[in-house]
């Protein structure tokens, strides 16, 4: 028996879990995950009595990011890359008002989906961070959501470095919004849920679409220079050696051909 890789669980009337179900690989992004989440997603929104999402992870984390075994095939590239733009926007322009529950870490692709909710609310042992230029790649889709979401300065720290962040810190940044014990994520975020809840579902829709309009106008009229700059580096010869380091479990070798040793 298949075991699901993305669970619906109503919580209330108005107020669905989408729990991502891959804890044995810390929930990382498939293929398949990825279009289980796509279509979770559009099978509530479809239901005008839906207006929630809580998004969370099942196991020790939230999300780790690419599945770095499947994204080293060149064969899957493509679909890969297609896959992870149809998840952030899916995410992102839904009709329900999203809330991430995060703990554990959110990292690169991982972080992107957390980013890309509405509200987050992050446990207080999360770590965040966007390693992608660590692993010979660049972080050209999940730009498409932070940088309208926090100062310039913020996103080239997070970007540039590579390094993971506290729950605190990107409280800071504004990345997240509540900062909870690990035992309190779940219940923060039905609380914000149930807040929501009591504005009126129209005027919240019409609130949050006026929202992206204003933060989405320069991603929508660049997005296919993103997805090239995303292929591009994924195509690399950084991006083989960065994956065969990560999966070695040892730093990446940085040769002349493939870039510079800091």
Known sequence: MTVPLVLVEPLEPGVSIVTLNRPERRNALSIALMRELCEAVQSLAADPRERVLILRGAGPAFCAGLDLQEAAD????????????????TIR???????????????????????ACDLVVAADNLKIGFPEVRRGLVPALVSTVLCGKLRDGDVRELF????????????????????????????????LARTILLGGPESVRQTKRLLNLHANLEADERIEEFIASHLQARRGEEASEGAAAFLDKRPPNWTPSTGTTP
């Open 160 to 191: 540039l470095l590579g390094e993971l962040i506290s729950a605190k810190r990107a409280k800071k940044m504004g990345l997240v919004q509540h900062v909870v014990t690990a035992e309190q994520v779940l219940a923060e975020a039905e609380r």
């Open 74 to 89: 060149p064969q899957l590239i493509d679909s890969s890359a297609e896959w992870v733009k149809r998840s952030l926007s």
């Open 93 to 115: 322009e839904t009709s329900l008002i999203t809330i991430c529950a995060a703990h554990g870490g959110a990292i690169a692709g991982g972080a992107g989906l957390m980013a």
